[in-house]
């Protein structure tokens, strides 16, 4: 089993930054990619960005792309999310997740709690 644990979330004016990081602990040895989902109320929870954990490959949400950066820090199992000029229309529960090598044909395999961001405007 694979625990994910966010942090970073909060409340911001518009035009504000916020970093959430996402550890994973347990059986974290075959870690394929992670990735960051949010949702926002009434909707569906929706793809924001992801990273692959050996290929340094990473993909965007159009609508994040130029504002928010994904990044891997593999020593500490960490995944982060650098959030820049936030619009309100982010708001939403941001949670983390994580793929493994032979796991779901689709999907993620592993999800965290998530963590409330809040754009105020």
């Known amino acids: 089993q694979v625990q994910l644990l966010e942090s970073g979330g909060g409340l911001v004016q518009t035009g504000g930054s916020l970093r959430l990081s996402c550890t994973a602990s347990g059986r974290t040895q075959n870690i394929y990619a992670m990735g960051w989902f949010r949702q926002a109320p009434g909707k569906e929870r929706e793809f924001v960005a992801s990273t692959t954990w050996s290929g340094n490959l990473t993909g965007y949400f159009d609508s994040v792309k130029s504002r928010f950066t994904i990044s891997r820090d593999i020593a500490r199992n960490t995944v982060n999310l650098q959030m820049n000029s936030l619009k309100p229309e982010d708001t939403a529960i941001y949670y983390c997740?994580?793929?493994?090598?032979?796991?779901?044909?689709?999907?993620?395999?592993?999800w965290g709690q998530g963590t409330q961001v809040t754009v105020s405007s």
């Open positions: 997740a994580l793929k493994v090598v032979n796991g779901k044909a689709a999907g993620y395999d592993f």
